[in-house]
């Protein structure tokens, strides 16, 4: 698996679109950093193009490797080598590719900035956490809907349609849902809500750390009572580690089903 993985993340760092991944962020960072003067502004405006943008990159890198290297994959299943070990070796080398260009491109300009002596260094890290989670969530369900259907157009269709969903018409169901039932109690249905979405998670966790809830209104105060705990931070974590680890395990166990 190893040989596949490393295969995998030199083929994807060498791609030229690695390379303007990580310039995208790298001059971003920079450009947010001359306008605010303030790291945790920085912090907040960054937040929003990576909770949308991260994901979307993600799926798109992931489904598109997957379809351009099936030829390859195929002769690498002639071979006396495990499928889970094929299909681990290249959903790590992509996902490992895209994090290390999005922690790269972020932080080098903050670091030159000053970063380390800062009082948002923790909130930085926690953004590039998350980053790295969405990374890899959706770069293993771009591989399961790629796994899953044959016909490429089928594949990106899905693929975008997922994005879609969780970026934009969850939060709009969520939101109408709210109005909807505004008479019933919600803080659990809320709590729960936010928890089986791992952006609106990732974007709920960085905006509490970020001491900015009193914006959030009632909501906000329901959320920093949970999320704002220890005990909040590891559900959380553990949230988007199982988001992470449950469709690795359909990976491996459809890869071991498959007629290829």
């Known amino acids: 698996m190893l040989k596949i993985l490393k295969y995998s993340f030199y083929d994807l760092i060498r791609s030229r ?12 960072g920079f450009v947010l950093l001359f306008l605010n003067n303030d790291v945790s502004k920085a912090i907040i405006t960054l937040m929003n193009v990576i909770i949308i943008l991260v994901p979307l990159i993600s799926t798109i890198f992931g489904i598109m ?17 495990k499928r889970s070990s094929i299909f681990l070796g290249q959903y790590f080398g992509v996902a490992g590719s ?34 790295a989670f969405l990374t890899l969530i959706f770069t293993v369900l771009a591989f399961n809907i790629a796994l899953s ?31 909807i039932f505004k008479e019933y109690p919600l803080d659990s249905f809320s709590l729960a809500a936010t928890i089986f ?17 009193a914006l959030l209104g009632y909501t ?7 999320f704002g705990t220890d005990q909040g931070l590891f559900v959380s974590m553990f949230m988007l ?14 890869s071991k089903k498959k007629d290829f």
């Open 65 to 81: 490797y997957f379809y351009n290297s099936k030829e390859f994959t195929e002769l690498l299943l002639a071979q006396p080598v």
């Open 98 to 131: 895209l994090t290390l260009s999005l922690v790269l491109g972020l932080g080098i300009p903050f670091v030159l900035y000053g970063l380390l002596k800062s009082d948002a260094i923790f909130d930085f890290t926690l953004l590039l956490v998350t980053g």
């Open 149 to 179: 259907n044959e016909n490429k157009i089928k594949g990106f269709g899905y693929a975008v349609l997922l994005w879609l969903f969780m970026a934009v018409i969850y939060d709009g169901l969520f939101l109408m849902s709210l109005i």
């Open 220 to 226: 906000g105060a329901v959320f920093k009572k949970f």
């Open 17 to 28: 679109w690695s390379y303007v991944y990580f310039l995208f962020y790298l001059l971003l």
């Open 241 to 254: 580690i199982l988001w992470s680890v449950l469709p690795i395990w359909r990976l491996v166990h459809v």
């Open 197 to 213: 979405n791992p952006i609106d998670l990732s974007r709920t966790l960085i905006l509490l750390k970020l001491d900015i809830s």
